[in-house]
């Protein structure tokens, strides 16, 4: 079975600096998916971003971008540039590659908060 | 695209009561999946439907938890005769397609608490 650790329950940060969160995750399968997910207060998960583990070149969204270490099961996330509207829960998620499925398996979440 | 709704926000119901959410969709997406997320942790997969079809429940969808979605549109997520540790946010998503590593999107939950 995977599993995903999110090592780092809480976070906190200035505007305007850079912050990264943490996670690891295990299995034994060689083709998989991962996800950065945000919660902020209004609950609705959104997705930050995405990584299939086949290409090496690590995903980028404006502002955030993933360190992605296959070998060591590392997935971090970098937010540049932090703004007041990133505060919220942050889940690292694993997605095995199936025919049917695409089940997500999560971390317990990292709390961020970016400070003025 | 009027995105993933759920229905109620928010439940409170009394231990030894059923309970009943809804979860509509967005529109023409085939896959439906309901995940369950307790205070400090991440979600966990409870089921999911490819149109009507459910095609997957996990350990956690005790007998006393049933999951529908006539016609491959809404669902609905029944508990019966609630337990305290069945307090938790339930969350719906769905995707448009099967293929793999497909991005879920996702409802705000309902929150379920049991006195």
């Known amino acids: 079975a995977q599993t995903v650790t999110q090592s780092q329950p809480e976070m906190s940060v200035q505007e305007a600096e850079t912050v990264t969160l943490s996670c690891t995750y295990d299995?034994?399968?060689?083709?998989?998916?991962l996800f950065w997910y945000k919660q902020p207060p209004s609950r609705q998960m959104i997705l930050v971003i995405r990584q299939e583990a086949y290409k090496q070149q690590n995903a980028t969204e404006n502002r955030f971008s993933v360190n992605f270490q296959k070998a060591a099961k590392s997935f971090s996330l970098k937010i540049s540039d932090s703004q007041l509207g990133d505060t919220a829960m942050y889940f690292c998620?694993?997605?095995?590659?199936?025919?049917?499925?695409?089940?997500?398996?999560f971390g317990a979440g990292t709390i961020l908060r970016v400070k003025s | 695209d009027t995105g993933v709704s759920q229905n109620p926000r928010h439940k409170i119901t009394k231990r030894g009561q059923n309970v009943t959410f809804r979860c509509d969709p967005i529109s023409e997406h085939n896959r439906l999946y309901w995940y369950r997320q307790t205070l400090g942790q991440g979600p966990e997969f409870l089921t999911y439907f490819q149109n009507e079809a459910q095609l997957e429940k996990s350990r956690l969808l005790s007998d006393r938890f049933s999951a529908e979605r006539p016609k491959g549109s809404f669902s609905t997520l029944e508990i019966q005769r609630t337990e305290q540790g069945d307090s938790a946010m339930y969350l719906c998503a769905s995707s448009p397609t099967t293929w793999a590593g497909e991005k879920l999107f996702f409802g705000s939950g309902t929150q379920l608490s049991v006195l």
């Open positions: 299995t034994s399968e060689n083709n998989y998916y």
């Open positions: 998620a694993f997605m095995p590659y199936m025919e049917y499925g695409n089940k997500l398996v």
